[in-house]
C-alpha cells in the first residue's frame, strides 16, 4: 500500500499558507501607553531610531570591479530633451528612393546613368567567374546563418545552416573585383586611388524645423588624388521634387533623444588621396530591415543608396567648403555601388547645394539592380555558376577608371 | 579452444587465414626446397602495429580528397580529444612543445636564408616605398575609426589589430598593384582576408597521461609498455590578416635528402602538453587550409598575421615574448601546410613525397617578423618521432622595426631592409615541380568528390565532409559516467542490488562508437511507391 494518497489528504503546505496570510494580516493594538507615558513626561522614541545606526556610508572604490553599465535615460551625459531624427546603416526610408529625394533636395534628370563608355573585359571575365566562386562556394568559412523559414509553415523548424555569412561574401567579391580592376587598370590610375575600409561618416541639417543626423559607414570607400568633375551643368531650378503627401518625408527616421550632433569625415583632407570617388555599400539582407517587418522593397534600396551617397559627399563638402556654406562653388561628385552580392545598383550623385530646402537642387543618376549571375551554389555536389552577366564587371570598371 | 582463449593474437591469426583451401594438392604445387610462409611476430605490440599499417594503407588507397578526411574520422562518432593549440592563445613556455610537434627546426639569422640573395628587388622598392610611408601615415592617423566612434569597449590587443590588419591589407595592395604588371603569379593570385585555417594532426612521443597508464597496468598483456609514449592529435585553429595562394607550388629551399641532416635538431618534449597550458576538447579532424577541395589555388604563397594577442600576455618576460612570436610562426606555417597537403592527398599517416613551402610575416604594422617554412614531413607519430629521419625547417628573422615612429606627421627612420624582406616574399615564384607525381595518393580521375559520376554519391559525401568539418555542437550530451557512478557502482560495488541500467553495467562502451554506427537518412513512404513498403526505408551511405 502507498501511504502517500493518505499522508497527502491534508495538504500542509495550504494550512500553512493560509497561517501566514491571517497572521500577517494582525494588527498591534494600541494599549494607550504611549498616551501616558508622554502624561507622565517620559519620552517616547522610537526604537529603530536607536537600535539602527545612522552613520552616512562612505563610497569605497573598488579597484577592479566592473564599472556600471551606462543607463540609457535622461541620465545619460548625452540626453537631449529635443529629439533628433536619425537615418543610420540597417535603417530604410517608408517611400524609398521617393523620400530620399526629398530629404536631400534632389532630383533625377533622367533615366539610366550618364554617358559612360563600357569597355570589353573579356580578358578579365575568366577570373571574375573565379572570384564568384571563390566567394560564393570556395571560402571555408562555417558560421551560422540565419534561421530558415517557410512561410507556408511558420512554425516549422529546419536545421540551422552552416555557411559563408553574407558580409563575408561581399567583402571577399568586392576586395577582390576590386584588385582585379586595379590589375587590369592603368598603373598611373591606380596610383591615384586609395581604398579605406570600415570608415564613419555623419552629417547633420536641420529641415523645416527638424534636426536631421545621418550616421553611416562607409563599409569601403575608394578616394582618388583628385576629385571627379561634374557631371552635369544644366540648372535644376526647374525640376520638381516628388509629392508623397499626406505622408511626412521624416517618416520612419529614428526619433532620439541620446545623441551628439556631429560632422564627420573620415579621412583628413591634408593627405592627397582624401576626395571620395567611390562609395561600396553592402546590403545584408538579414540586417537592413523594414520598421515593421515587411520586406524591403527596390524602392527602399534605391533610396538607401542615395542617402548613403548623400552623406559621403556632404560631410566631405561641409569639412572641405565649411559649415556656412550653402550653394557650392564646384559640385561635389560621388559614385555608389550598392549589391548583396549578387543583385549590383549603380549610382552617381552630383552635390550642388547644402541648401536642402532652396532651389537649387542635387542631382542622381542611377541603374537598375543587375545580377552579376543567376546561379554560384553547390548543386547535386558540384559547385555550379550559371549565368554570368559581364556588364556588372564593364560598370565596376568605367566608375573606377572615371576621373 | 581453451588454449586459444588464453592466446588471443593466435585467434586473430586464426581467423586472418580463415579460409582454407581442401582441395587435392597437385603436383606442382610441389617444390624441392620446402617454402614456408614468413613467420610472423604474434605479440600485442607486434601485431597491433600491423593492424594499425593496413589501416593507414586503407586511408592511402581512398580516391578523393574529401573521402581520405571522411575515412580519418572514420573510427571516432564523438570526435578525438584533441589537444588544442590556438593561434591567439600561447602560454608560457611552449616553444619547445611546438618544435616537437611540428618536428621543427629553427633557424634564427638575422637575413633571410641564402636562397633569397639571388631576387632582386631594388627597382620595385623605389616604386612602393612612398605609397607605403603614405598608407603607414594615413592609417595610423586614422584615428577616427568606426570603433572609437561607436565605443565598443576594446582591449588594447584587439585595437592593435585592428590597425594591424588594415595596414597588412594596404600594403599587401600596393606592393600587388606595383607588381601584377610584371609577375604574373602575383596578378593570377588568389587573396583571402581573414580564412579559416584549421589542421589537425597526430604527434607522438609524450609520456603516456595518467589514465592511459591505468589502463594498461589492468591488461596482463600491455603491463610491459605502460610508459610507453602515446599519440595525441594536436589541433590548430587560426587565421591570418591576408593570405595569398596560387596554383603551383613555391620552390624548396632545401632538397628531402639534404633535410636528412642530423645537425638539423628538434627538441624533444616528453612531458603531456596539458603542463604548459594546453587544454583538452573533442572534435572531429577538420583539415582546412581557408577554402574547399577543388578550388585551383591550392599552394599558399604568404600570410600575414597579427600580434596583437602578444599585448595580453602577462608573463612580464622579454624572452619569453620574442619564443612565443616564433611559435606563433612555427605553428601557423606549418598548420597551413599541413591543411594545404591534406588537400593533395596526403594524411597524417601518409607522408608527403616532396617539400612544400611558405611564408609568413607577422606583424603590427611597426614590427615585423618573417618566417620561411619548408615542409618535409607530416609523419611525426608513433615509432616515426624516432625513426623518421626527415625534419621540417623553420628560418626566421628577429623582430624588425620598419620605422622607429612618427614625428610631425613624418616617418622617421625607415628601415628599408624590412620592406625589402617583404618584397622578396613576393617576388619568389612559384614554380610547377616537373617530373614530381604532386597527388600521388588520389585517383587519377576522382581527385574531389565533384568528380564522380553518380548524383547521390557526390551530394552526399559534399554534405557529409562540410558537416563533419563545422564541427557543429551536438544536440544531445554526450554519454558519460557520473562521479557518483564511479564511486559508488564501479570502484566499491555499493548497489548491487539496484536494477541495472546504464552501458558500463553491461560492458558497454558507447564511447567507442565508429562514425556510421547510425541509422541512415528515413525515406518517407510517399517517395518510393513502387516498392514494397518495408524496402527502400533508408538511403543509401557512401562511407569511405
Known amino acids: 500500500m502507498r501511504p502517500s494518497p493518505h499522508l497527502c489528504k491534508q495538504h500542509l503546505g495550504w494550512h500553512f499558507k493560509k497561517l501566514w496570510a491571517t497572521q500577517s494580516a494582525r494588527k498591534i493594538r494600541d494599549a494607550g501607553i504611549e498616551q501616558k507615558l508622554l502624561e507622565k513626561g517620559v519620552p517616547v522614541v522610537k526604537a529603530e531610531d536607536i537600535l539602527w545606526e545612522k552613520r552616512p556610508l562612505e563610497k569605497i572604490e573598488v579597484v577592479g570591479l566592473k564599472p556600471k553599465p551606462v543607463v540609457f535615460d535622461h541620465t545619460h551625459p548625452n540626453w537631449h530633451d529635443k529629439t533628433i531624427l536619425t537615418y543610420r546603416d540597417n535603417n530604410v526610408l517608408l517611400k524609398g528612393l521617393q523620400q530620399a529625394k526629398i530629404l536631400t533636395n534632389t532630383v533625377e534628370l533622367k533615366q539610366g546613368l550618364p554617358d559612360f563608355t563600357l569597355k570589353s573585359t573579356k580578358k578579365i571575365d575568366r577570373r571574375v567567374k573565379e572570384i564568384i566562386l571563390t566567394s560564393h562556394v570556395f571560402d571555408a568559412e562555417q558560421k551560422i546563418l540565419p534561421k530558415v523559414k517557410d512561410p507556408e509553415r511558420p512554425a516549422w523548424n529546419f536545421p540551422r545552416v552552416y555557411g559563408i555569412t553574407q558580409p563575408r561574401v561581399i567583402k571577399l567579391l568586392l576586395n577582390n573585383l576590386l584588385q582585379l580592376i586595379e590589375n587590369s587598370s592603368d598603373l598611373e590610375v591606380v596610383k591615384q586611388r586609395y581604398v579605406l575600409d570600415d570608415t564613419h561618416f555623419s552629417y547633420n541639417f536641420e529641415k523645416s524645423s527638424d534636426l536631421i543626423q545621418f550616421e553611416l559607414t562607409g563599409d569601403t570607400l575608394l578616394t582618388s588624388t583628385k576629385p571627379l568633375p561634374a557631371v552635369t551643368e544644366e540648372p535644376t531650378e526647374s525640376f520638381q521634387l516628388p509629392d508623397i503627401h499626406p505622408i511626412k518625408p521624416t517618416i520612419t527616421l529614428n526619433k532620439e533623444n541620446i545623441y551628439e550632433v556631429r560632422g564627420i569625415y573620415p579621412i583628413s583632407l591634408k593627405f592627397a588621396k582624401s576626395h571620395p570617388h567611390t562609395i561600396f555599400v553592402p546590403h545584408v539582407e538579414t540586417e537592413v530591415k523594414n520598421l515593421y517587418e515587411e520586406p524591403v522593397t527596390e524602392a527602399q534600396i534605391f533610396g538607401r543608396s542615395l542617402l548613403k551617397t548623400f552623406t559621403v559627399a556632404a560631410s566631405y563638402a561641409k569639412e572641405k567648403y565649411g559649415n556656412d556654406v550653402t550653394v557650392l562653388p564646384k559640385p561635389v561628385v560621388v559614385q555608389c555601388v550598392h549589391t548583396n552580392g549578387r543583385f549590383f545598383h549603380f549610382g552617381i550623385f552630383q552635390l550642388n547645394t547644402l541648401d536642402l530646402e532652396g532651389g537649387v537642387k542635387n542631382v542622381w543618376f542611377q541603374t537598375g539592380r543587375l545580377p552579376l549571375f543567376e546561379t554560384c551554389c553547390y548543386k547535386v555536389g558540384r559547385p555550379v555558376l550559371e549565368g554570368y552577366n559581364n556588364e556588372v564587371i564593364q560598370y565596376l570598371d568605367a566608375f573606377y577608371n572615371n576621373v | ?544
Open chain 2, 1 to 544: 579452444m581453451s588454449a586459444l582463449r588464453f592466446r588471443r593474437p593466435l585467434l586473430n591469426c586464426v581467423k586472418e587465414y580463415r579460409y582454407v583451401s581442401t582441395g587435392l594438392p597437385q603436383e606442382d604445387q610441389y617444390s624441392y626446397t620446402p617454402q614456408y610462409p614468413p613467420i610472423l611476430d604474434i605479440s600485442h605490440e607486434k601485431v597491433a602495429a600491423k593492424k594499425k599499417e593496413a589501416e593507414y594503407e586503407a586511408i592511402k588507397a581512398v580516391k578523393t580528397v574529401e573521402e581520405k578526411q571522411i575515412k580519418l574520422n572514420m573510427s571516432k562518432y564523438y570526435g578525438f580529444k584533441c589537444y588544442m593549440l590556438l593561434e591567439e592563445y600561447i602560454p608560457y613556455n611552449n616553444l619547445e612543445l611546438i618544435q616537437h610537434v611540428t618536428r621543427t627546426h629553427l633557424i634564427r639569422d638575422e637575413n633571410l636564408p641564402n636562397f633569397y640573395n639571388g631576387i632582386d628587388v631594388s627597382s620595385l622598392l623605389t616604386a612602393v616605398k612612398n605609397d607605403i610611408e603614405e598608407t603607414i601615415l594615413i592609417e595610423m592617423d586614422q584615428c577616427r575609426q568606426k570603433v572609437d566612434l561607436h565605443k565598443v569597449q576594446l582591449n588594447i590587443g584587439e585595437r592593435e589589430n585592428i590597425v594591424s590588419s588594415a595596414l597588412s591589407k594596404q600594403i599587401n595592395r600596393i606592393i600587388i598593384n606595383s607588381m601584377s604588371k610584371h609577375y604574373s603569379h602575383i596578378d593570377s593570385a588568389q587573396v583571402d582576408f581573414n580564412p579559416r585555417i584549421e589542421s589537425l594532426w597526430f604527434a607522438g612521443g609524450m609520456d603516456p597521461p595518467e589514465n592511459i597508464k591505468r589502463c594498461k597496468r589492468g591488461q596482463e598483456w600491455r603491463k610491459n609498455e605502460v610508459d610507453a609514449p602515446t599519440n595525441r592529435a594536436m589541433n590548430y585553429i587560426g587565421t591570418a590578416s591576408v593570405a595569398l595562394r596560387s596554383n603551383k607550388p613555391l620552390r624548396p629551399i632545401l632538397s628531402l635528402s639534404e633535410s636528412e641532416n642530423p645537425d638539423f635538431i628538434v627538441p624533444r618534449f616528453k612531458l603531456d602538453p596539458r603542463t604548459v597550458g594546453t587544454a583538452n576538447q573533442f572534435r572531429h579532424i577538420a583539415n582546412i587550409p581557408g577554402f574547399w577541395p577543388g578550388d585551383p589555388n591550392q599552394f599558399g604563397l604568404l600570410s600575414y598575421h597579427q600580434r596583437g594577442h602578444h599585448l595580453t600576455r602577462h608573463y612580464k618576460d622579454p624572452e619569453d615574448n620574442l619564443r612565443a612570436i616564433d611559435r606563433q610562426g612555427i605553428l601557423s606555417s606549418f598548420a597551413w601546410l599541413n591543411s594545404q597537403a591534406n588537400f593533395l592527398g596526403f594524411t597524417t599517416f601518409n607522408d608527403v613525397t616532396y617539400p612544400l613551402l611558405t611564408q609568413t610575416i607577422i606583424t603590427n604594422g611597426q614590427l615585423w617578423s618573417f618566417f620561411v617554412y619548408q615542409l618535409n614531413t607530416v609523419l611525426i607519430h608513433s615509432k616515426h618521432i624516432e625513426d623518421n629521419p626527415q625534419r621540417n625547417i623553420c628560418w626566421t628573422t628577429p623582430v624588425l622595426k620598419l620605422y622607429e615612429g612618427i614625428v610631425d606627421g613624418k616617418l622617421v627612420g625607415f628601415n628599408d631592409q624590412v620592406l625589402q624582406n617583404l618584397l622578396k616574399f613576393y617576388a619568389n615564384v612559384p614554380e610547377e615541380r616537373l617530373g614530381v607525381e604532386m597527388r600521388p595518393y588520389l585517383s587519377k580521375e576522382e581527385k574531389v568528390c565533384g568528380d564522380y559520376q553518380d548524383d547521390d554519391q557526390r551530394q552526399w559525401l559534399e554534405r557529409e565532409y562540410k558537416h563533419l568539418v563545422s564541427n557543429r555542437p551536438r544536440h544531445a550530451l554526450d554519454y558519460e559516467i557520473y562521479a557518483w557512478e564511479k564511486i559508488y557502482k564501479i570502484d566499491h560495488e555499493t548497489k548491487f542490488l539496484d536494477k541495472k541500467r546504464r552501458p558500463f553495467e553491461y560492458g558497454i562502451k558507447p564511447w567507442n562508437r565508429k562514425l556510421d554506427e547510425r541509422l541512415p537518412r528515413y525515406i518517407p513512404r510517399v517517395h518510393r511507391p513502387h516498392l514494397p513498403r518495408w524496402k527502400g526505408r533508408y538511403a543509401k551511405e557512401y562511407f569511405p
